[in-house]
């Protein structure tokens, strides 16, 4: 396989970042909780999976409902058999990463953010994909503005945050780890139902995008992003809660392409699943 082959996710919205690290020989993954609004009349989100590649193009909808059903979900590339390899090798970028990667502490890390460590998460309000390979990086770095929901003074500058976060699978490393034909597989808690299951050409590479967006358009698509959706999916509550705006330009458009919506990071506390 050619040193550029690669599967490159691109995790986006409303989504709650974590990394599990579990004993030998399992290793490490990475949970992108999938932050639940079913319960918001006219703000609905829903989870989707996009794939493209040689020969491949694809999207798959999940309603919030139809991803608790299902959950916890998989993605990663395995053999044709379908077993998820280890042990796990997600991996955040290092700080002082050199090259082209922007160093994943740019997720906004909700635990320092609220100087409140003690996150407890509603299962039922984040229903979980987990990823068990890739290198993670931030990526669209915006500079926004923060203040108390039940404050109505000016914004205070956050300063830059990732709107994104980008995991990349090295085909190659992983061709000579043993995965001589490999695929991209998604399946859910049940292995019967695997929603696709890709073999992968040697030598090319493939793009992933999950993301998790508001259903409706217009109205769902204001600058005061969902980023208060997260306070629902936890059982205890920071002592303050907070509304955050990424600055648009005004002559901007709004369109699925920049959703109104920000990862979230725990670096500390566990998801469930």
Same mark, same amino acid.
């Given at each position: 396989?050619?040193?550029?082959?690669?599967?490159?996710?691109?995790?986006?919205?409303?989504?709650?970042?974590?990394?599990?690290?579990?004993?030998?020989?399992?290793?490490?993954?990475?949970? !992108?909780?999938?932050? +639940? %609004?079913?319960?918001?009349?006219?703000?609905?989100?829903?989870?989707?999976?996009?794939?493209?590649?040689?020969?491949?193009?694809?999207?798959?909808?999940?309603?919030?409902?139809?991803?608790?059903?299902?959950?916890?979900?998989?993605?990663?590339?395995?053999?044709?058999?379908?077993?998820?390899?280890?042990?796990? %090798?997600?991996?955040?970028?290092?700080?002082?990463?050199?090259?082209?990667?922007?160093?994943?502490?740019?997720?906004?890390?909700?635990?320092?953010?609220?100087?409140?460590?003690?996150?407890?998460?509603?299962?039922?309000? +984040?229903?979980?994909?987990?990823?068990?390979?890739?290198?993670?990086?931030?990526?669209?770095?915006?500079?926004?503005?923060?203040?108390?929901?039940?404050?109505?003074?000016?914004?205070?500058?956050?300063?830059?945050?990732?709107?994104?976060?980008? !995991?990349?699978?090295?085909?190659?490393?992983?061709?000579? !780890?043993?995965?001589?034909?490999?695929?991209?597989?998604?399946?859910?808690?049940?292995?019967?139902?695997?929603?696709?299951?890709?073999?992968?050409?040697?030598?090319?590479?493939?793009?992933?995008? +999950? /993301?998790?967006?508001?259903?409706?358009?217009?109205?769902?698509?204001?600058?005061?992003?969902?980023?208060?959706?997260?306070?629902?999916?936890?059982?205890?509550?920071?002592?303050?809660?907070?509304?955050?705006?990424?600055?648009?330009?005004?002559?901007?458009?709004?369109?699925?392409?920049?959703?109104?919506?920000?990862?979230?990071?725990? /670096?500390?506390?566990?998801?469930?699943?």
């Amino acid at each position: 396989m050619s040193q550029n082959s690669l599967v490159k996710i691109t995790l986006d919205g409303l989504l709650l970042i974590s990394f599990r690290t579990s004993l030998p020989p399992t290793g490490t993954r990475c949970q !992108a909780g999938v932050i +639940v %609004t079913k319960f918001a009349p006219g703000e609905e989100h829903e989870l989707k999976i996009e794939v493209k590649g040689p020969g491949v193009s694809g999207c798959f909808t999940y309603s919030h409902e139809n991803v608790l059903d299902k959950a916890p979900l998989w993605l990663y590339v395995g053999t044709e058999k379908g077993d998820v390899p280890t042990p796990y %090798t997600a991996e955040p970028c290092p700080i002082n990463s050199p090259g082209k990667y922007k160093p994943f502490s740019h997720v906004l890390d909700l635990e320092d953010f609220h100087n409140f460590s003690d996150f407890e998460i509603k299962p039922e309000k +984040v229903p979980i994909l987990n990823i068990p390979q890739g290198m993670f990086y931030s990526d669209k770095l915006n500079n926004v503005k923060y203040r108390e929901l039940v404050n109505s003074d000016d914004f205070q500058d956050k300063s830059e945050v990732a709107t994104e976060t980008i !995991a990349e699978i090295d085909l190659d490393k992983l061709h000579r !780890a043993g995965i001589i034909k490999p695929h991209l597989i998604l399946w859910s808690q049940n292995k019967s139902d695997s929603p696709f299951r890709i073999s992968l050409e040697a030598g090319a590479s493939y793009e992933v995008s +999950v /993301k998790n967006a508001p259903v409706k358009k217009g109205s769902a698509y204001h600058l005061s992003n969902h980023f208060r959706y997260y306070y629902h999916a936890f059982t205890k509550q920071p002592p303050k809660h907070y509304e955050i705006v990424i600055p648009y330009h005004h002559s901007l458009t709004l369109t699925e392409d920049a959703p109104p919506c920000i990862n979230g990071l725990l /670096k500390n506390n566990r998801l469930p699943g």
